[in-house]
């Protein structure tokens, strides 16, 4: 399976980062050993002393597709779940000066949290309004809707299944919202979808 992450797929977050907007859907992978599930907790590796929180809609691929028109992607999707894109803040900028990529900031083992729980889409009446929140330590730290993407999920589909064919479990982690920063070592991460907690685990 892959882990595909959009990157700049809300206008606030670009800009709170110095982007550009973009014209078309920016991602890039995680291998599969980034995953963090069942609530385990996320280690801060030695070699980073900025991790920032990302926290992201997921959507789980359940079909093989290739070049998939807009307009049919909704059925390559039936359920929707919550991660965070771990990133080693300092590293990613170190790599960006010198044009290098950012697989050692972005795909390091475990920076790709996962919730253990999908929702069936079929329960959000409106998938232009579906909202999310990350609280640390009590406080919420993040929180937008799936209305902010400048690329919806079809619209991603589409785009990523031009270059990648996309397999049954494949994750599209689809953005992150404004207000990223830093997680230290005693936080507790909490996640919800809706008002449903999908994840709470610490950092250590």
Not at 163 to 192: C, F, H, Q
């Amino acid at each position: 399976m892959k882990i595909i992450c959009i990157g700049r797929n809300y206008v606030a977050h670009a800009k709170e980062l110095g982007n550009d907007i973009p014209e078309e859907p920016i991602f890039f992978m995680k291998p599969d050993t980034a995953l963090l599930r069942n609530n385990d907790p996320f280690y801060i590796p030695e070699w980073t002393n900025e991790v920032h929180h990302e926290i992201e809609l997921v959507v789980k691929i359940n079909r093989i597709g290739k070049n998939i028109e807009k307009r049919f992607a909704h059925r390559y999707y039936n359920e929707i779940g919550l991660g965070i894109d771990f990133t080693a803040r300092d590293v990613q900028a170190q790599l960006k000066a010198k044009g290098l990529p950012w697989e050692k900031a972005k795909a390091f083992d475990k920076s790709a949290v996962l919730s253990s729980t999908f929702l069936p889409k079929t329960i959000f009446p409106d998938q232009e309004a579906i909202g999310f929140r990350l609280d640390i330590n009590g406080a919420t730290v993040q929180e937008s809707h799936s209305g902010l993407m400048i690329f919806d999920f079809d619209e991603l589909i589409a785009n990523i299944s031009k270059y990648v064919t996309l397999k049954i479990g494949d994750l599209i982690y689809t953005g992150t919202p404004a207000n990223v920063g830093s997680v230290a070592i005693g936080d507790r991460l909490e996640g919800y979808l809706e008002d449903k907690k999908l994840f709470d685990f610490e950092v250590k």
